[in-house]
């Protein structure tokens, strides 16, 4: 089926700084001075202003800004039936900081029903100018089988499904109702939010992410051919007139990152095999190597590349990030590609190190380069979805 959605020429990846007002709200929340309907009234409130600040700046998508959770993937999985939330001894540990310590627990078999973010789709539906998108962004199912292997959330794993096939198989289900159930309200764009390809680009890291246990002992094209089946079977069982996108990260926490790397080493299976409509590419430093591996980019496979950096508030030079765009064109056609920053600008709910004001002065400066360099570019842009 055809889905007449065009992948915008300017995009964003999804999380916005919170608005002092919200994050009082939690603070208050969490102290038992205002109830769950109170928050969640400053919630909608800040939400509307959100997507009416988007329309403002012309932006064709619109989100929730992810300002009902506190991390881009956890709240998600918390949102299953069967699993709880638990804080572990450590954090993930990022190039000069280490995170929170929430994660995973599972206490009984998982599946999707009632999922709270179909809800939270609703109200941005509901609430949204008929002329824009709602895209709403979920974790990849490969990120929650990263989380799984961390110690303290292995072990209720294990306890739960001594049979990792039916592990999998849950997994799949539990996507399944989740994406049907957010289809059925209308979800047109969706976008899978994926720090597990960022893992496997080199051996240090995934030393550094899996630790020196069993899953070390799995060689990393076994890990990779793992997190390509399950985000397959997940898009295989989606609905056939949904786009679905991924935003492949290197982890984005108070400014801070986890990895660094090319794609080179995941690019067969990540831009030849993986069954998207589109990528959303971390390409603000040297950090994500070169354009070469996009060649790989199979099909007519969208690209948006995430040339700004949602790090810092400095402002990228204009004419430089023109001349990286043609430098990209030389490996995928310029009619195949976008531009945004390389991640939200706001993955968990501290932040990362600039200003509200700063955020928009980025999506501005993103605008007005996509409308130079994509100006003269004819092409039908509708994803059609086999």
């Known amino acids: 089926m055809t889905n007449s959605i065009q992948q915008p020429k300017y995009d964003y990846v999804g999380s ?113 100018p008929r002329h824009l998108t709602v ?28 049979d990792k096939q039916e592990l999998y198989d849950d997994i799949v289900a539990t996507y399944k109702q989740v994406i049907d159930d957010l289809h059925k309200e209308g979800l047109k764009v969706l976008q899978l939010d994926d720090c597990s390809w960022g893992i496997h680009i080199s051996d240090d890291i995934r030393k550094k992410i899996h630790g020196e246990g069993n899953e070390i002992e799995i060689s990393s094209e076994a890990l990779i051919q793992q997190i390509l089946d399950i985000n397959n079977r997940v898009i295989a069982n989606a609905p056939d007139d949904l786009i679905i996108n991924t935003h492949v990260c290197r982890g984005n926490y108070k400014s801070d990152y986890a990895s660094s790397g090319p794609y080179t080493k995941v690019a067969d299976a990540l831009f030849g095999k993986e069954n998207v409509d589109g990528y959303y590419l971390e390409y603000d430093t040297e950090r994500a190597g070169g354009f070469e591996p996009l060649q790989h980019v199979s099909g007519e496979k969208k690209v948006v590349l995430g040339l700004i950096t949602s790090k810092f508030p400095e402002l990228e030079d204009k004419e430089n990030i023109k001349a990286r765009i043609k430098e990209a064109a030389q490996f995928i056609s310029l009619e195949r590609l976008s531009l945004s920053p390389q991640c939200g600008f706001a993955s968990t709910e501290e932040g990362n190190i600039l200003t509200e004001e700063d955020q928009w002065k980025k999506l501005q400066l993103i605008k007005e380069i996509a409308e130079e360099v994509f100006s003269d570019v004819e092409v039908d842009r509708t994803v059609e979805s086999v």
């Open 16 to 128: 916005f700084l919170r608005p002092a007002r919200l994050k009082e709200a939690r603070e208050r929340f969490k102290n038992n001075e205002i109830t769950q309907d109170a928050l969640t009234q400053v919630e909608n409130e800040e939400i509307i202003k959100l997507i009416n600040k988007l329309d403002e700046l012309g932006y064709q998508t619109v989100t929730d800004g992810e300002f009902r959770r506190s991390y881009w993937h956890l709240d998600f999985f918390f949102g299953f039936n069967g699993i709880e939330q638990q804080l572990l001894d450590q954090g993930y540990q990022f190039n000069k900081i280490e995170t929170r310590s929430d994660s995973v627990k599972f206490v009984d078999k998982i599946n999707g029903q009632n999922h709270p973010f179909v809800d939270h789709f609703k109200f941005v539906r509901d609430n949204a």
């Open 135 to 162: 895209k709403q962004t979920i974790p990849a199912p490969a990120q929650l089988l990263v989380e799984l292997t961390r110690p303290g959330v292995k072990e209720t794993v294990d306890a739960v499904y001594p």
